[in-house]
């Protein structure tokens, strides 16, 4: 392989036909580019959609209710359903080792003063579950215990937002802001990495918004974490599970989608993971066409090298040299060129995702990137881009008979 007479005939080649050289390796190049770039193009859709969930656990189920629009059980369509807290007891009791964490939401938006400073903020009342359920952090004070819940305690735990807007720099722990005229004590701050948003929300114990709004036991949504071992067939067989026990209970058709409406993380991502397949593999077959035509390109380039070096063949034949020798030397003149235009073309897309994808951010898309099993498959297709390219020629070239390559002009 590292015989230098070959090697200097390779060079001597190319260097005589640069312009058919440079244009056919380009497309090679340009294939591995294509293809490095549509494939890190995916990696960033999916980095974007999957940031999207980071603010919650991944195994969290949100069971939401709304108007029937079929007739059921002796009741009229457009029925408005309602969770209380005994749907929350209905789901432990029914699947006592299926969840993990369980919550209920009741949500107020309020008018919050301190001191001078006012705003209007939503109130979010839950059970002390719901921290991890959202992968709420609490940068000060605590979270909502299940003293607070018993004793209808009027706390609440402010998002970092809130706490600059009402409290500026003063240490909002252990303060009193007005809700809607109430006295509530802050017992605690809290950060959301995957929502700012969620920064300008509050906590506050369900069961004191519940008894402040008419001692209502009323749930506006229901969340859940399972048993995050479940596979991705369990997780959806489970959200199946509690969607049909809660119809049966609240006396909904089953085929009525409006009445509740389970939503789970799992068929999220899986959803989100068949998207991204079907583009990966898009990506895949634009990048392999492209690269296909520089391989045809490449192989063009090789007959038509080897016809104009028919004497030289011939003669090589005629002094003893083996068919082996002859396709050696045409192979090793293929692969060099489709591997080294491929290295171009993937050194130069790996080297723009470096520079300027760490500084792509939204939420649709963030840090596009290749995986090394891509390099490394990259690597593999040009080495086979390169045979298949000089496969053809080299036969032909190792079939050219003296007598005849000797008469050639």
Do not use: C
């Amino acid at each position: 392989m590292f015989d230098r007479d070959v090697w200097q005939e390779i060079f001597h080649s190319i260097k005589n036909n640069k312009l058919r050289t440079f244009l056919t390796g380009f497309s090679v190049g340009w294939g591995i580019f294509i293809l490095v770039m549509l494939l890190a193009s995916v990696n960033g859709m999916q980095n974007g959609f999957t940031g999207q969930f980071n603010d919650d656990a991944t195994n969290s189920i949100f069971i939401r209710t709304g108007s029937t629009v079929k007739a059921y059980g002796g009741f009229e369509a457009g029925r408005r359903i309602r969770f209380k807290n005994d749907d929350i007891e209905y789901i432990q009791k029914s699947f006592p080792d299926d969840y993990v964490e369980i919550s209920g939401r009741f949500y107020r938006s309020i008018s919050a003063r301190y001191k001078a400073e006012t705003g209007t903020y939503t109130v979010t009342a839950v059970h002390p579950d719901h921290q991890v359920i959202e992968k709420t952090i609490v940068t000060k004070g605590r979270y909502i215990n299940e003293n607070d819940i018993r004793a209808k305690a009027k706390v609440a735990v402010i998002g970092r937002k809130v706490a600059e807007d009402l409290f500026d720099k003063e240490d909002p722990i252990g303060q009193f802001a007005e809700f809607n005229g109430l006295p509530f004590r802050v017992i605690g701050v809290f950060t959301d990495e995957g929502d700012d948003n969620a920064e300008r929300g509050i906590y506050a114990p369900i069961t004191t918004y519940q008894r402040i709004y008419g001692n209502t036991d009323q749930v506006d949504v229901i969340t859940l974490t399972y048993n995050p071992d479940y596979k991705l067939q369990e997780a959806i067989a489970f959200s199946d599970r509690i969607e049909t026990l809660l119809k049966r209970k609240h006396r909904i058709s089953p085929e009525d989608q409006a009445g509740i409406r389970v939503w789970n993380y799992a068929e999220a991502f899986d959803d989100i993971s068949n998207f991204t397949s079907v583009l990966s593999a898009i990506s895949i077959g634009v990048g392999l066409l492209i690269l296909i035509a520089g391989i045809v390109g490449i192989g063009n380039i090789m007959v038509f090298i080897i016809k104009e070096r028919t004497k030289e063949i011939g003669v090589r034949k005629a002094l003893g040299a083996a068919p082996g020798q002859i396709v050696k030397l045409v192979l090793f003149e293929s692969v060099f060129i489709t591997a080294l235009s491929g290295f171009i073309g993937l050194l130069f897309a790996t080297a723009i995702l470096a520079l300027v994808g760490p500084n792509i951010q939204s939420d649709a898309f963030a840090n596009p990137s290749v995986r090394m099993s891509t390099v490394i498959t990259a690597t593999i297709i040009l080495v086979v881009a390169g045979v298949l390219a000089g496969l053809i020629p080299a036969m032909k070239a190792a079939n050219v008979k003296p007598i005849v390559a000797l008469r050639d002009k």
